[in-house]
């Protein structure tokens, strides 16, 4: 019986050994994978904060476009209207110089 119980004690002590092996492999096959999953995090991160810092970029450009559409739109009857007295003048201004005499005419 004390063969028996030494047998089974040392079937057991085989079996714990490597159970703590198999299990020592598998924590360090976890540990790298954890280590790799947390590269592969930080790289995401790192990604994610240059992409958001684009588009934040991206969309204080098109701001800056739509203020300035926005400008365009507002002033263009303003704009119009001096471009127009800008033509009319170099007309005149071209005409005086071709021989025109706007002296006794009245605007």
């Known amino acids: 019986e004390e063969k028996e119980a030494q047998k089974d004690y040392e079937t057991m002590?085989?079996?714990?050994?490597?159970?703590?092996?198999a299990d020592s492999k598998s924590l360090t096959a976890k540990e790298g994978a954890k280590a790799d999953t947390?590269?592969?995090?930080?790289?995401?991160?790192?990604g994610k904060t240059?992409?958001?810092?684009?588009?934040?970029?991206t969309m204080e450009y098109i701001a800056s476009l739509h203020a300035e559409c926005d400008w365009l739109v507002q002033y263009y009857d303003v704009r119009k209207?001096?471009?127009?007295?800008?033509?009319?003048?170099?007309?005149k201004a071209k005409?005086?110089?071709s021989g025109a005499?706007?002296?006794?005419?009245?605007?």
Do not use: C, F, N, P
């Open 13 to 21: 002590m085989r079996e714990s050994a490597e159970k703590r092996a």
């Open 38 to 46: 947390q590269a592969e995090l930080e790289a995401q991160s790192e």
């Open 50 to 57: 240059a992409a958001t810092k684009e588009h934040m970029a």
């Open 81 to 91: 209207e001096a471009r127009a007295g800008e033509i009319d003048s170099i007309e």
């Open 95 to 97: 005409a005086v110089l």
């Open 101 to 107: 005499d706007y002296a006794l005419v009245q605007t």
